[in-house]
């Protein structure tokens, strides 16, 4: 089926893309970018010098795909206030990191915070980016920027007049740091259906923060409301793999590269390499049930 069609199945997206079952995707924590509070003014050749650095750990230890995001951009601002100096740097840095990642045949998606679906869209066009991910895609939250709505429809309109139609969405469902008052009165599983019915491709499960992974019965309710292949999003360690991979289709991975544990620092090849074999035990196990069946 087209895969413009509005409700094409879409079960095989992350295989699609990432060419692998429970694909891992490590996310480049850029640092701040001009434009940003904490910007050091030391130009573009540091920010790439860094990202390139931690880029090469996590292909040389075989994760499956990378998302770039502007995390290092903290406090952040609606898309509105985002300054196209930032918007440039994030552009170049993607280019460079697309470039690199595709010579490994693994693929880049697009973060561009706080929830600016549009810029991120218009970012992955120009680095060759597969996925955005978008924390805020339908409904809305109060955030720690303020009230943020979801923009599927502005969005999706964008990304047909750029012709960008092969840039998937995957889309957060009870994104992190905020308060999801404002649909209360709604189950997630509810919730989950608007992402679907708002044609994100890929649904994410968070917990309540960064690091904060998602409980099993967040999981289940996201599972119950929707069929569309599903990912964890946050929390995800190589303490608690065993237990949350194998309900899920795939991860997203940050803080937990990082020493410590803590996003802030920098990324260590030996924190990637115990959790990817971590991730491979869950995989074999998974491939052996599943022959038993």
């Known amino acids: 089926m087209d895969n413009r069609s509005i409700y094409w199945d879409k079960s095989s997206v992350l295989a699609?893309?990432?060419?692998?079952?429970?694909?891992?995707?490590?996310?480049?924590?850029?640092?701040?970018?001009?434009?940003?509070?904490?910007y050091d003014r030391t130009g573009i050749k540091g920010i790439l010098d860094t990202s390139k650095r931690e880029l090469q750990i996590c292909l040389d230890c075989g994760v499956n795909g990378i998302i770039v995001e502007n995390h290092g951009d903290i406090p952040f601002v609606k898309e509105k206030d985002l300054g196209s100096e930032t918007i440039a740097a994030m552009?170049?840095?993607?280019?460079?990191?697309?470039?690199?990642?595709?010579?490994?045949?693994?693929?880049?998606?697009?973060?561009?915070?706080?929830?600016?679906?549009?810029?991120a869209m218009s970012i992955a066009g120009?680095?060759?980016?597969?996925?955005?991910?978008?924390?805020?895609?339908?409904?809305a939250y109060v955030a720690n920027e303020g009230f943020v709505e979801g923009e599927a429809g502005s969005i999706l309109r964008h990304r047909s007049r750029l012709g960008f139609e092969d840039v998937k969405i995957f889309a957060d469902v009870h994104v992190k740091h905020g308060s999801h008052s404002v649909v209360a009165d709604r189950p997630i599983g509810e919730l989950s259906k608007d992402a679907g019915f708002f044609c994100a491709d890929t649904l994410i499960a968070t917990g309540l923060r960064t690091g904060d992974a998602p409980s099993p019965e967040e999981i289940a309710g996201i599972r119950a409301g929707q069929e569309l292949p599903l990912l964890i999003g946050s929390g995800l360690t190589a303490e608690n793999v065993g237990e949350l991979l194998g309900l899920v289709d795939g991860a997203i991975v940050a803080s937990y590269?990082?020493?410590?544990?803590?996003?802030?620092?920098?990324?260590?090849?030996?924190?990637?390499?115990?959790?990817m074999r971590a991730v491979q035990r869950v995989r074999d196990g998974c491939g052996s049930e599943h022959q038993a069946g």
């Open 257 to 275: 590269f990082k020493r410590g544990g803590v996003w802030q620092n920098e990324v260590e090849e030996q924190r990637v390499k115990s959790f």
């Open 16 to 38: 699609d893309i990432f060419g692998v079952s429970k694909p891992i995707i490590a996310t480049l924590h850029l640092p701040p970018l001009p434009g940003s509070a904490y």
């Open 126 to 139: 120009i680095a060759g980016a597969r996925f955005i991910r978008v924390n805020e895609w339908v409904n």
């Open 91 to 119: 552009s170049a840095v993607a280019y460079e990191v697309g470039q690199i990642a595709s010579r490994w045949h693994v693929p880049i998606g697009i973060n561009c915070l706080a929830n600016a679906g549009h810029v």
